[in-house]
């Protein structure tokens, strides 16, 4: 079993910053993909951008690429997500969630399903 817990949302202003930090217990993530997923309120959850378990391997959704970076520290237990240059469209609950399928591979999945552990969320609020 694996306990993953979102910290770092908040209310930023548009153009600001915030990095978000997922801190996994039960195991090590060492081995494993890791992804962060987004859901505003009336909309479905999507993608947001995903990392292979050595870290070599980032995927990002179109819409924050250039804009948002995601990284891990498996020593650490922990995955993070720095957004910068913050929108008023970037406002949602982020999410981030565990894969057991791409273990030690040289892929991080894109989509939701794929992914078998999920934190409770944190907020993020980007104001105009």
């Known amino acids: 079993q694996v306990h993953l817990v979102e910290t770092g949302g908040g209310l930023v202003q548009a153009g600001g910053s915030l990095r978000l930090s997922c801190a996994a217990s039960?195991?090590?993530?060492?081995?494993?993909?890791m992804g962060w997923f987004r859901q505003a309120p009336g909309k479905d959850r999507e993608f947001v951008a995903s990392?292979?378990?050595?870290?070599?391997?980032?995927y990002y959704a179109d819409s924050v690429k250039g804009r948002f970076t995601v990284s891990r520290d498996n020593a650490a237990n922990m995955v993070f997500l720095q957004m910068d240059s913050l929108k008023p469209v970037d406002t949602a609950v982020y999410y981030c969630?565990?894969?057991?399928?791409?273990?030690?591979?040289?892929?991080?999945?894109?989509?939701?399903?794929?992914?078998?552990?999920w934190g409770q969320g944190t907020q993020v609020t980007v104001s105009a």
């Open positions: 039960g195991r090590p993530i060492t081995t494993f993909a």
């Open positions: 990392i292979n378990w050595s870290g070599r391997d980032t």
């Open positions: 969630a565990l894969d057991l399928t791409y273990n030690g591979a040289s892929y991080a999945p894109t989509v939701a399903n794929d992914y078998d552990y």
